[in-house]
């Protein structure tokens, strides 16, 4: 799928839609991503061999203790029975929410978490969908997939599945997922708006989007959003919450809802402290829903 703008009137005719604003340069991005894709690695190969993984790719509150990450999670609305329900290693302190709480899933349903790193948000989901239903892990850190299956394997998860690739072009096919969740991981995409438009491709209509991530309140300083650390750390590529709808907008979404929790600013604190980004960002959770297709007049 190319960048132009598909939040056109039907999945399949995009005569209709205007060209989406030029890109910045896919080496841009490619570097961006390797930035990204190295501190995670870090993290993955860090928490697999019990060692602190230093202060560059301590990403969202992730620790090497799991007491720690234990605490972590409760803080961001996880419950002691989704701790203790998931493979030792899954929970590695990953994130600023808990998509699974507002994404409602139902038996039968099939799941598509983005970016899932040792597959915790996974496995949470996998019984909400039971034995009918399907849950694809999508992760670019050849070190996290192998974590995630790992995990998966050792908890005896058979109706969870996990694949390489990036979320700007989801290893999926058209029309396939009830749900996309997500946990503080689109907020590191150099291109959100193909990231929606490729959500948008694989879901298939009235599906829906159950994320949580981080956003921003205001304009981030230039020093703050070109930070790698604080790009790695899920808050240096933070978008304005009126440019993360309108992208999303952009994407074919309805019923769109971002709803921020100025409480996540007491955790934020830690992820870079001193640095005063809790003035800037907080957590928020992003709902949205895949309508039915209609014609170029509007006519559903």
């Keep these: ?6 939040s056109c009137c039907s999945d399949t005719d995009s005569s209709c839609c205007a060209p989406s604003p030029v890109a910045p340069a896919a080496s841009e991005h490619d570097d961006h991503r390797q930035q990204v894709r190295s501190a995670y690695a870090e993290v993955a190969n860090s928490s697999n061999e019990g060692t602190s993984c230093g202060e560059e790719a301590s990403c969202c509150g992730v620790s090497d203790d799991a007491s720690i990450n ?3 999670s409760t803080r961001l609305g996880y419950s002691e029975n989704d701790l203790i329900s998931v493979p030792e290693g899954a929970d590695m302190g990953l994130g600023c929410g808990n998509p699974k709480a507002i994404a409602a899933l139902q038996p039968g349903e099939i799941v598509i978490d983005l970016g899932a790193g040792g597959g915790f948000d996974c496995f949470l989901a ?3 969908v039971g034995s009918t239903g399907h849950v694809i892990g999508i992760d670019m850190t050849p070190d ?5 299956r790992n995990n998966a394997k050792r908890g005896k ?3 969870v599945e996990f694949r390489l690739g990036e979320i700007e072009h989801l290893p999926v096919a058209d029309n396939t997922a009830d749900v996309i969740i997500s946990n503080c991981v689109i907020n590191l995409s150099p ?5 929606f ?6 879901l298939k209509t009235g599906g829906r989007l159950a994320i949580s991530d981080v956003v921003a309140t205001v304009e981030l300083p230039e020093e703050m959003r070109n930070d790698p650390a604080l790009i790695a750390g899920c808050m240096g590529n933070a978008s304005l919450i009126e440019d993360l709808e309108q992208i999303m907008k952009d994407a074919g979404f309805s019923d769109i809802r971002i709803q921020p929790k100025d409480e996540s600013k007491e955790f934020l604190k830690d992820w870079a402290p001193g640095r005063g980004v809790e003035d800037y960002v907080v957590s928020a959770t992003i709902e949205a ?5 209609c014609d170029c007049g509007g006519n559903c």
């Design 1 to 6: 799928m190319d960048d132009q703008n598909s």
């Design 70 to 72: 234990a605490i972590i």
């Design 126 to 128: 996998s019984p909400e």
């Design 144 to 148: 996290m997939l192998s974590k995630a």
């Design 157 to 159: 998860f058979t109706n």
């Design 191 to 195: 291109n959100k708006p193909q990231v």
């Design 197 to 202: 438009r490729d959500a948008f491709r694989v």
């Design 289 to 293: 829903v895949k309508p039915a297709a």
